[in-house]
Nanobody, 128 residues
Framework: QVQVEESGGGLVQPGGSLRLSCAAS????????VAWFRQAPGKEREAVSC???????YYRDSVKGRFTVSRDSAKNSVYLQMDNLELEDTGVYYC??????????????????????WGRGTQVTVSS
């Protein structure tokens, strides 16, 4: 079965760190650009960061200098290292290898949950 699965979310205090994983099964993730989006309650699903097959990266302005996206070919995964987390980073984080969503991510656009292929997401809660 071809799918991606997110993990690594949790509850963390402001200033803390989490590392999210996007693991692929049924295909080689290195062959695809990958996008990370997030959705807070009552808000649109917004692009956070994305990585090309040549490892070129993109970040939304609010996470630049705090988040790092990277690949792990051996584990067929992409990671999103999130440091110095802020309350506004709270939401469900989704990854996708869908090229259409990557194109939206490069432009830092919002995406509908009904558009493209998504994992189930992982909850990140930043709270004191």
């Amino acid at each position: 079965q071809v799918q991606v699965e997110e993990s690594g979310g949790g509850l963390v205090q402001p200033g803390g760190s989490l590392r999210l994983s996007c693991a692929a099964s049924g295909f080689t993730l290195d062959d695809y650009a990958v996008a990370w989006f997030r959705q807070a309650p009552g808000k649109e699903r917004e692009a956070v960061s994305c990585i090309r097959t040549n490892n070129g990266t993109y970040y939304r302005d609010s996470v630049k200098g705090r988040f790092t996206v990277s690949r792990d070919s051996a584990k067929n995964s992409v990671y999103l290292q999130m440091d110095n987390l802020e309350l506004e980073d709270t939401g469900v984080y989704y990854c996708s290898s869908d090229t259409r969503l990557f194109r939206l991510c490069v432009l830092m656009r919002e995406a509908s949950p009904d558009f493209g292929y998504w994992g189930r997401g992982t909850q990140v809660t930043v709270s004191s």
